[in-house]
């Protein structure tokens, strides 16, 4: 590989990060209209689930443990497989062409979509790794003054993804080729 062709590799390897896409979408979870309603305690569990399908209908969890309440608005927690031991496997599965169900588990209730839907408009993240996985607590609303209290929260997830590097290979010797391109015309014209 001569000179050039290397500089130009090492571009477009460093540029990965920068072709990176971020996927987001609010999930609103009430448990107001729960058959039998509870109060919140001060914390509760929020968790993401990824529900594969088709079965045997394994499913993984992200941010396992993680207990939030009012003061955590505006918080953002982030996994990635050095962060979460359970990243590695839900990346897979965001990733393995099967339609899986993306869900948020709040307290006593959840909210979740098929993976399609979550990654729409340009459906399943083929060809793409996930890098990271976030999720922000957007809002917190309590009202305990009636019978059954009003209890509601925005959760923001977010799923960031870059280009494998074997779909980069692919572009490399392309790029490669129209700089080729370009010299040629400049010594022709």
Do not use: C
Request: proline share 7%.
């Amino acid at each position: 590989m001569n000179r050039t062709a290397a500089v130009i590799a090492l571009v477009v390897l460093t540029a990965v990060p920068a072709l990176a896409t971020t996927y987001s979408h609010t999930y609103e979870l009430d448990i107001t209209n729960l058959e039998n309603p509870m109060y919140p305690p001060d914390l509760v569990d929020l968790d993401l689930y990824v529900n594969e399908f088709p079965p045997p209908n394994m499913s993984a969890r992200l941010f396992d443990a993680l207990q939030v309440g009012a003061h955590n608005v505006g918080t953002t927690w982030i996994a990635t497989s050095s962060t979460d031991p359970a990243f590695s496997g839900v990346a897979v599965w965001l990733t393995d062409l099967n339609d899986d169900f993306l869900s948020v588990e709040l307290w006593l209730t959840s909210e979740g979509m098929d993976e399609s839907i979550f990654f729409a408009p340009d459906g399943l993240p083929t060809g793409k790794t996930v890098q990271e996985i976030r999720l922000t607590l957007d809002s917190w609303y309590e009202d305990n003054s009636g019978p059954n209290g009003i209890w509601t929260a925005n959760v923001t997830v977010d799923v960031v993804t870059t280009p494998e590097p074997a779909t980069m290979a692919t572009l490399l010797p392309g790029i490669l080729l129209m700089r080729r391109r370009r010299e040629l015309r400049r010594r022709i014209g």
